[in-house]
């Protein structure tokens, strides 16, 4: 009597039947397993960066200030950027005794229209008050601008910050300043600049 036999083929396992003189039945018959086509996700479009980390003068960008900051943090950079906003004293009322404001300050970013809670570098010790700055300013509009000496190593307090100048400056990039400021995302205190653009000042009242 003729036997069942279970045969395992690379392939798929089939039953088949043994012919009585110990060969394979005749009409065996194996079924490859269908193929398997795996379905894998598309390769996601990774967007540029919004701005280059540095450009062809070597300055960086704000963007690649922070991008790269195990790098330039604790050290002197040189950064390329917009100012978008200066610090403006508070106005103390005839009468009052206010707190000294804090030290002239501004913000510079990538572009002009970055907004206040958008990717801004803070740039601090260009001046000690808002009027070592309003004096030099007089100076300058009557005619007897006095630089500091080179030997004194003073820095001389610049005269032509406005909100939408592009500046290339350069500076030390920390998280704590000389002066006391901080900030987490690092700020940079100042050491010199160049104006690449400049935006038209605006005219000053007149009888002043």
């Known amino acids: 009597m003729c036997s069942a036999l ?7 396992a089939v039953p088949f039947l043994t012919a009585c003189d110990g060969g394979p039945a005749a009409d065996l018959v194996i079924e490859p397993l269908p193929e398997v086509s795996p379905t894998l996700p598309s390769v996601p479009t990774i967007p540029p960066p919004p701005f280059p980390l540095q450009y062809p003068d070597t300055s960086y960008s704000v963007f ?9 943090i604790d050290h002197d950079v040189t950064v ?14 005839e009468g009052r005794t206010c707190p000294p404001p804090t030290a002239p300050n501004l913000w510079i970013a990538d572009a002009r229209d970055i907004p206040a ?3 801004r570098l803070q ?25 500091p000496e080179s030997e004194s190593g003073q820095i001389p307090i610049p ?19 000389g002066a006391g400021f901080n900030n987490s995302q690092g700020l940079m205190e100042y050491r010199s ?9 605006p005219e000053e009242p007149r009888g002043r």
């Open 6 to 12: 279970l045969v395992t083929a690379p392939l798929v």
């Open 64 to 72: 690649g200030l922070r991008r790269r900051l195990e790098t330039t």
């Open 80 to 93: 390329t950027g917009y100012i978008v906003e200066i610090y403006a004293p508070p106005e103390c009322p």
């Open 117 to 119: 809670d958008g990717n």
């Open 123 to 147: 740039l601090v010790g260009y001046a000690t008050s808002q009027q070592a700055i309003d004096d030099v300013m007089e100076d300058l509009r009557r005619g007897r601008e006095q630089p």
């Open 159 to 177: 005269t032509d910050f406005l909100v939408g100048n592009k500046i290339k400056v350069t500076g030390r990039f920390a998280r704590v300043s």
């Open 193 to 201: 600049h160049e104006t690449l653009e400049a935006v038209t000042p």
